[in-house]
């Protein structure tokens, strides 16, 4: 997945997307202010510059599905672990809430169901069908919506062609009105997403760490509070 | 009124099992709390008993006999507790089992609960063998509880092959349980450092717990001395010269222990990399600032004023030492595991909520020091806090010493 940051203006459509697609409850103002939100996909504000030049960089965060996760490592029971395929998986019948992975996590991505999910009425109704509603004493995270690579794979199938490019949107990167979010095949160097990820803006989150992020971000150099050309 | 404390505990951690642990103050970045706090701590008091007891026996300093049993006593009802954390720990714990049943190698939890169910079973069989010529004694003089003693003492009937058995079978124990009690503190302090986390992820975190958990260790067990010593009336056993040699051990662990802060907050400071500097700040200056300060004084200052002098290394000064030095330790443990967990990596997380200990957590803390005391009354009723036969024993060397010494100058 890429992420351009320069077209990002933090609208926060993906959140909600994500939200709606992935059955993500709602924690409630009080709870979310204590840090007990729940957000598979989160927008967080970095203010580059200092003042009077300053300006605000929108960064949606996301689980990156690490190459080499510290997530995988530490859990006792292998509740996560890295598919073939190349995604992070959360196995969530068998997680016992150590909650060792969301410490080890350098990007600070999961989270964990403190008490038991809720949807006041009639936001009951929204809950989608493809995607497990999850229960009070475990982690969950972002799967890069899972259920609908899953969907695209059997359709083409079906058809009987190899999956095309485009063919598999996540929730956030159908939803981004600026289209800043592509998602995509990796390993396929036509693939746009390998194409974006070739760019000399592109960039991978925390890489020195070598846990090897699958989401790039995009962006011009950072602020330094110049103005003009 | 301990009963009660800790059925306050229970109600409370009733209540968070039907919740969940939204009742507790963990969130999100700090999702280890005073839960694993309390087991890191009530680990490294564990490591009182064994180790100290141990080396001791093995270097064959006298002055241990009286002092042992007391010591693996606290080992195993500390190492209950501490493991019992794990209960209230966990997102479900009634899934406990599953790490036994569908471990992942890799994961240092598993190492921690490989390391920890061997040690459990080592210094239980540690406290048990020396304990077993003394349950053949209160066999035949107990007033009570005859069948448990008699189904406990194996038959013992003192011959001089069960005695050689059992010198051979403690010698042997005592040598396996220092290597295993090393490996679970180094494993318990692995659970952090093999994260990326922050001042979590060092390399000397092993040295670092492993020296802190025998110098708390001390400190609990000169506390313990002194109370059984007062409520059983053993003074004569616990003389102010176990005071005296423990206080002076006590005063070196704090030596090494300062050093080893320092060395481990001084790279931090000069490597000064910014995500690292900001859990050091919050720790030197910060909101940890308090406890941090705190924590130096009552694991050094204080311990340092009061044991270098001879005057003061009394059994009052040592038992005062270590009371602060208990207090300092568990607050070294809080700021260890809170502190980094409040800082991730900034590029990441800006506004991560500071964790502030929820009523339940208080409560169940508080219950498992009561739960602690209890077993530690029930054990002292039932068997006899001071290794006897070691005792006699001892007695006896110093006798046939005294008695050679007397033959020799004759000659």
Partial sequence: MTIDLDRCDGCEACVVACRAENNVAPAGPEQAAIGRAVEWMRVERHDEGEFPNVRTRFVPVLCVHCDDAPCVSVCPVSATYEHPEGLNAQIHPRCIGTRACAQACPYTVRYFNWGTPKWDAPLEQTINPDVAVRWKGIMEKCTFCVQRIRRAKDEAREDDRPIADGDVQPACAQACPAEAIVFGDLDDPESAVSQLSKSPRAERPLEELGTGPRVFYLKEGDWRGRVGP | ?411
């Fill in chain 2, 1 to 411: 009124m301990l009963l009660a404390v800790i059925a306050f505990g229970g109600f409370q951690w009733a209540h968070q099992l039907k919740e969940g642990l939204i009742v507790a103050g963990m969130n999100q970045p700090v999702y280890w709390g005073l839960y694993l706090t309390n087991y890191v701590f009530f680990i490294g008091i564990s490591h009182a008993g064994t180790l100290i007891s141990a080396i001791l026996r093995l270097t064959d300093a006298e002055w241990r006999r009286p002092i042992t049993r007391a010591a693996e006593a606290i080992t195993v009802i500390a190492l209950l507790m501490g493991t019992s954390n794990v209960l209230w720990h966990l997102g479900r714990p009634e899934l406990i089992y599953i790490p036994m049943l569908h471990p992942q190698p890799l994961s240092p939890l598993i190492w921690d609960v490989a390391c920890i169910s061997v040690y459990l079973m080592g210094s239980i069989t540690y406290l048990y063998l020396p304990l077993i010529p003394d349950l053949a004694l209160l066999r035949d003089r107990s007033p009570r509880l005859r069948w448990l003693y008699r189904w406990l003492s194996l038959g013992w009937k003192g011959t001089p092959k069960q005695h050689k058995l059992l010198e051979r079978a403690i010698g042997f124990m005592a040598v396996a349980i220092i290597p295993i009690a090393v490996s679970v503190h180094t494993v318990v302090s692995w659970v952090f450092a093999m994260t990326l986390v922050p001042m979590w992820h060092s390399a000397i975190f092993g040295p670092y717990f492993v020296v802190g958990a025998i110098f708390s260790g001390i400190a609990a067990l000169l506390i313990a001395m002194a109370i059984l010593r007062k409520a059983f009336h053993l003074e004569p056993f616990f003389r102010p010269i176990h005071f005296n040699n423990l206080g002076l051990l006590m005063l070196t662990m704090a030596c090494l222990w300062l050093y080893f802060t320092f060395a481990e907050h001084m790279t931090v400071w000069y490597g000064n990399e910014p995500d690292e500097v900001a859990v050091l700040t919050s720790r030197l200056s910060g909101a940890f600032s308090t406890p941090f300060w705190t924590m130096i004084t009552c694991c050094f200052v204080i311990p340092l004023c009061i044991l270098s002098f001879k005057r003061t290394r009394t059994i009052i000064g040592t038992v005062i030492a270590s009371c602060t030095v208990l207090i300092g330790m568990w607050l070294e443990r809080f700021i260890i595991v809170i502190s980094s967990a409040s800082y991730p990596r900034s590029e990441f997380m800006h506004d991560g909520g500071l964790y502030s200990p929820a009523l339940v957590e208080i409560a169940l803390t508080a219950a498992q020091f009561a739960c602690f005391a209890l077993l530690y009354i029930v054990f002292a009723k039932l068997f006899p806090l001071v290794s006897i036969w070691e005792i006699k024993e001892g007695d006896q060397t110093e006798l046939e010493a005294e008695l050679t010494g007397t033959a020799e100058a004759r000659l």
